[in-house]
């Protein structure tokens, strides 16, 4: 009997060491950035410039601005949980390159040159900062926000709080509560995670047209947390291309995923442009 009792008291420590240790430490666990010193100098194949925003608390975001010849309009993109803009940066100017568009992304706080402390909040507004950067410099018609994994919260908040033309989400989640209830099935996930992104409530005040791109092996974000957010979307326009084959980070090495691409940036402009 006693050993009974001290194996229990075993294993209510442990239990409360781990939900401990998961709410103190839960930032590692999301984030994982590295760091760059400020005067690293990028080096990519496509024309661009960099650039900084401050915040109100003084935190100073960094970004690159990739920028074509007569483009058919400007993708503002939030990369996923890990890296930096040396990595991000080819994304997005072969991004830019292939489909004909402007694209900005920048490093989230503690990511690359970027500074600043972590909070939900925080990340949210840094995308208005930068949204309302290019609202000075673009029609708001010819935004597109485009969000990758950790980068589809807070595209798809941003999306709801204004009037972009488009949303393209690649890899979401129905909110990353979701994703961790799931890792983390026997932890009050609800009551420890700071960051939540409630995706599936963002989405519901989300006026302009909305694409989703999910693979079918993704062994990082489920496919069905996907799927599940893309049908909390309201009626209006959606559209969802499934990647056969396609896992978490190599969705560019499809022809269903270019395709779905040249769809929503090339052809649907040309499309709206002739209608004009």
Known sequence: ??????????????????????????????????????????????????????????????????????????ILYFHGNAGN??????????????????????????????????????????????????LDRYPEKDIILYGRSLGTGIATRLAAQNQPGKLILETP???LLDIGQRRFPFLPVKWLLKYQFKSFEY???????????????????PLDSGKKLFQ???????QFYLVEGGRHNNLSGFDAYHRGLYNLLIADHSKRSDER
Not at 40 to 64: M, V
Not at 104 to 123: F, H, I, N, P, Q
Not at 232 to 238: A, C, E, L, R, W
Request: proline share 4%; net charge negative.
């Open 85 to 134: 803009l040396s990595r991000w940066g080819e994304i997005a100017g072969a991004l830019s390159n292939e489909y004909q568009h402007d694209v900005v992304v920048m490093d989230y706080r503690t990511y690359g040159k970027s500074t600043g402390s972590l909070s939900e909040e925080a990340l949210h507004q840094d995308g208005q900062l930068f949204y309302n950067h290019l």
């Open 1 to 74: 009997m006693r050993k009974a009792i001290r194996s229990a008291y075993w294993l209510i420590g442990a239990y409360l060491i781990l939900t401990t240790m998961i709410y103190f430490l839960q930032e590692r666990f999301i984030f994982l950035p590295t760091r760059l010193p400020q005067e690293y100098e990028y080096s990519f194949n496509h024309q661009y410039s960099e650039f900084n925003l401050n915040s109100e608390d003084g935190a100073q975001l960094n970004a690159l601005h990739f920028k074509i010849p007569n483009p058919k309009g400007i």
């Open 173 to 175: 989640y129905y909110s």
């Open 232 to 238: 909390s979307i309201p009626g209006h326009s959606k």
């Open 203 to 221: 989405v519901q005040n989300i006026s302009c047209p909305v694409a989703v791109f999910h693979g079918t092996e993704d062994e990082v974000i």
